[in-house]
């Protein structure tokens, strides 16, 4: 199938246009952005915590009331959150002219800025493959019911909220807003 030629552009790789959404937030833009990052990282962690009171105050099944849950959240759960949070941390207390080398003679100081950016995406990965893992090989690979394996699945929705915020929350912040002036001759 051959596109007509007044439709046809050779640097497009899709033959489908994509919509413009034209999100023009204004002045406001920042603002909502690191709003939608504190939201995005308040659901992270309260989806796992709720995970976590529910398995602490899990039942054993009401067909036998002798046998205990078969799983609990434990520490190894907590730790592909911390990484995540880590690497959060980490990520967005890097000084964004650092990164692009402005107003900074140093070469070294630009070097160790992507150094330790890479070390917090490394973390946040990393924190995204253990609750990934973690949830295979603790509660799919099990079998466990599925009241049981939501504490999984909550592990791994924490992490990818947490990666989603830093994101969100590093755009938000790269944003200009109209309080900045360049100053530059």
């Not at 552009?9 to 833009?29: A, Q």
């Not at 949830?135 to 079998?143: N, T």
């Not at 009241?147 to 790269?174: D, F, H, K, P």
């Amino acid at each position: 199938m051959s596109l007509p030629r007044s439709n046809y552009d050779p640097r497009r790789v899709c033959s489908n246009t994509i919509p413009d959404l034209n999100l023009n937030f204004g002045k406001h833009r920042r603002t909502i952005g690191i709003y939608l990052a504190g939201a995005l990282f308040t659901l992270a962690n309260w989806t796992f915590l709720d995970a976590a009171i529910l398995s602490a105050h899990a039942n054993p099944p009401y067909e036998d009331p002798q046998i205990p849950p078969p799983v609990h959240v434990q520490f190894v759960d907590w730790v592909p959150g911390i990484c995540s949070l880590l690497g959060m941390l980490i990520i967005n207390l890097i000084d964004k002219d650092r990164i692009r080398g402005d107003d900074y003679g140093d070469s070294t100081a630009v070097w160790r800025a992507h150094l330790f950016l890479f070390i917090g995406f490394a973390f946040m990965a990393g924190g995204l493959a253990g609750s990934v893992s973690l949830l295979v090989l603790k509660y799919v690979m099990m079998d466990y019911p599925e009241q049981y394996t939501y504490c999984g699945y909550a592990n791994v929705s924490q992490n990818v909220a947490l990666m989603l915020s830093a994101v969100v929350l590093w755009i938000a912040q790269s944003a200009q807003t109209e309080y900045d002036y360049s100053l530059t001759l």
